[in-house]
């Protein structure tokens, strides 16, 4: 398996992405809603990777990605979002956000990295992490 950075060559504004969050966190059920899985997930994933087991992580990953896909669509832009959802789709890979930073990387998680190259030629993959 391989962890690596997908790159959408399309730099994208924290600034927006934060706004969007904080304006959604004022609702109490999307609130909750984060609370009751993005946290589970996230402690899940870090539990699962710390302790090289990879099924656990490659759970959480997608449970991760699906999330963000539905909740989080003003994060994940237009272009990349059907990449998202064919990952989801296939189990070929997983992608998610995580701090745009004015670039415009999205991280993946794939068991099979030569595979994920092929289905993503769109887009350079960074390879960050063998496991």
């Given at each position: 398996?391989?962890?690596?950075?997908?790159?959408?060559?399309?730099?994208?504004?924290?600034?927006?992405?934060?706004?969007?969050?904080?304006?959604?966190?004022?609702?109490?059920?999307?609130?909750?809603?984060?609370?009751?899985?993005?946290?589970?997930?996230?402690?899940?994933?870090?539990?699962?990777?710390?302790?090289?087991?990879?099924?656990?992580?490659?759970?959480?990953?997608?449970?991760?990605?699906?999330?963000?896909?539905?909740?989080?669509?003003?994060?994940?832009?237009?272009?990349?979002?059907p990449y998202f959802?064919?990952?989801?789709?296939?189990?070929?890979?997983?992608?998610?956000?995580?701090?745009?930073?004015?670039?415009?990387?999205?991280?993946?998680?794939?068991?099979?990295?030569?595979?994920?190259?092929?289905?993503?030629?769109?887009?350079?993959?960074?390879?960050?992490?063998?496991?």
């Amino acid at each position: 398996g391989a962890l690596f950075l997908l790159d959408s060559k399309q730099p994208r504004q924290t600034g927006p992405l934060v706004n969007f969050f904080v304006t959604q966190s004022k609702n109490k059920d999307f609130l909750a809603l984060c609370q009751r899985e993005i946290i589970p997930y996230t402690n899940a994933c870090i539990q699962a990777f710390l302790q090289k087991d990879m099924t656990t992580l490659h759970q959480n990953i997608r449970l991760l990605s699906a999330f963000q896909v539905q909740y989080f669509k003003p994060m994940v832009p237009d272009f990349i979002q059907p990449y998202f959802k064919k990952g989801l789709e296939t189990d070929a890979y997983t992608l998610k956000i995580f701090g745009a930073g004015g670039g415009g990387f999205f991280l993946g998680f794939t068991q099979d990295f030569k595979a994920t190259q092929l289905l993503l030629k769109d887009f350079p993959l960074h390879l960050l992490y063998r496991f």
